[in-house]
């Protein structure tokens, strides 16, 4: 499956956005998927996982209460609905993609055999 993240921006302190993932060449409710962020000078961080069927869902702990994971497998899409966002959510965000015949969440990136390009997440103080 190919994935295309779309959604970031610049945004102050406190406001939101929704990210959107499309994909093609699969259908999702086949998969697995999950929200990664990369800051500037740090490594890649999961952020939030959502299992194939839409019915667990599983997050980081600083963006717990603030950001939800969703998907929508008759548009084909991943949401990620961010609210209340703080200077340090600013990175590039990617969405990932594993076919999966379970409902386990996946939280590492190893375990993800699809990724999206990535979108640019500002949030200004």
């Known amino acids: 499956v190919q994935l295309q993240a779309f959604g970031g921006g610049l945004v102050q302190a406190g406001g939101s956005l929704r990210l959107s993932c499309a994909a093609s060449g699969g259908t999702l409710s086949g998969y697995s998927m999950g929200w990664f962020r990369q800051a500037p000078g740090k490594e890649r961080e999961f952020v939030a996982a959502?299992?194939?069927?839409?019915?667990?869902?599983d997050y980081v702990g600083s963006v717990k209460g603030r950001f939800t994971i969703s998907k929508d497998n008759a548009k084909n899409t991943l949401f990620l609905r961010m609210s209340a966002l703080k200077p340090e959510d600013t990175a590039v965000y990617y969405c990932?993609?594993?076919?999966?015949?379970?409902?386990?969440?996946?939280?590492?990136?190893?375990?993800?055999?699809?990724w999206g390009q990535g979108t640019q997440v500002t949030v200004s103080s």
């Open positions: 959502i299992s194939r069927a839409g019915t667990k869902t």
């Open positions: 990932a993609a594993r076919f999966d015949v379970t409902g386990t969440l996946r939280i590492h990136q190893y375990e993800y055999t699809s």
